[in-house]
């Protein structure tokens, strides 16, 4: 399958109503790269599952223009799967039911789908329970069911919308070794919203840090990292600490501004602590500055 390519020029995205008016996203350019995971990390309630919104062809536009490989975007298609926070498991279907609905419901079921879901639920350690139903499996398996539900379909574009929210610290780790896993073998374009940076630099390829409400990407940072990644060797090197410290600083302004909301005493210790981060940077070593960029 040839990775896609999914580009969002200039989108803005605001709501009215009542007389209240509100800009969710404003003047939003990036590109999601082919055969990449591109994660969006973001202060809560920014504006991300909005713009997922809008990627997925569930909503349309203020202004701007989102295309896939240069087609536009103008509503749902099988082209883009969203995994979304919730888990959607259908509680009457078996686990081999649930990841063989896709390829039954577009009437593509074949031997070969039958093959295919066998080797994804080996993938994420579910080989064992494909006749188990949703209610007799932990959350981590319900989530790992549901990433092979979607990935048996081949998306052109996978969209992850904080898809390991609420598991626990040791549940979440295993989910980001098998997601890897299942995005190393796929060869496919994913974007993953997270707002946990621990998530973020062990998936990503690129880091977009997004902007507080109305939301825009405000750096791109490259997770210039081989894969497949041990996850300890992985979160213990420099340059992960480095991409760590570079997406918290800016997420600490944009919290900043959002508690200020014109404040001016706020307003003040942001733009001090922006000297100070940026004087440190100035003093730093050579060895240092290189780690920060």
């Not at 319900?142 to 390991?164: C, G, S, T, Y």
Request: hydrophobic fraction near 40%; aromatic fraction near 6%.
């Amino acid at each position: 399958m040839t990775a896609s390519q999914i580009t969002i020029d200039g989108v803005s995205k605001s709501y009215s109503a009542a007389n209240a008016h509100k800009q969710v996203i404003e003047d939003c350019s990036l590109t999601v790269e082919r055969g990449k995971v591109t994660v969006l990390i973001g202060p809560s309630g920014c504006g991300k599952s909005t713009l997922v919104r809008l990627l997925a062809g569930f909503e349309q536009p203020t202004s701007g223009r989102i295309t896939l490989d240069g087609e536009l975007v103008g509503g749902p298609s099988h082209d883009r799967l969203v995994l979304f926070q919730e888990t959607a498991l259908f509680p009457w279907m078996t686990v081999l039911d649930n990841v063989l609905y896709g390829p039954r419901a577009r009437g593509r079921l074949t031997p070969d789908s039958h093959r295919r879901a066998a080797e994804l639920l080996q993938r994420v350690g579910c080989e064992a329970f494909t006749d188990k139903y949703p209610s007799q499996l932990s959350g981590g398996m319900q989530r790992r069911v549901e990433l092979a539900r979607a990935m048996i379909n081949d998306p052109k574009i996978m969209i992850l919308d904080e898809p390991f929210r609420g598991l626990d610290a040791l549940t979440k780790e295993l989910m980001w070794q098998y997601y890897a896993s299942l995005f190393e073998c796929s060869g496919s374009t994913h974007l993953f919203i997270t707002t946990d940076i621990e998530e973020a630099v062990y998936i990503a390829d690129r880091i977009v840090v997004m902007a507080n409400i109305p939301t825009r990407p405000r750096a791109v940072i490259d997770v210039d990292l081989p894969r497949p990644r041990d996850l300890v060797q992985h979160m213990a090197s420099d340059r992960v600490a480095a991409i760590k410290r570079q997406a918290l600083q800016i997420l600490h302004e944009e919290a900043l501004r959002s508690f200020a909301s014109g404040n001016k005493a706020a307003l003040d210790f942001i733009a001090s602590y922006e000297q100070r981060f940026a004087q440190a940077a100035a003093d730093a070593t050579p060895d240092q500055q290189s780690l920060l960029r």
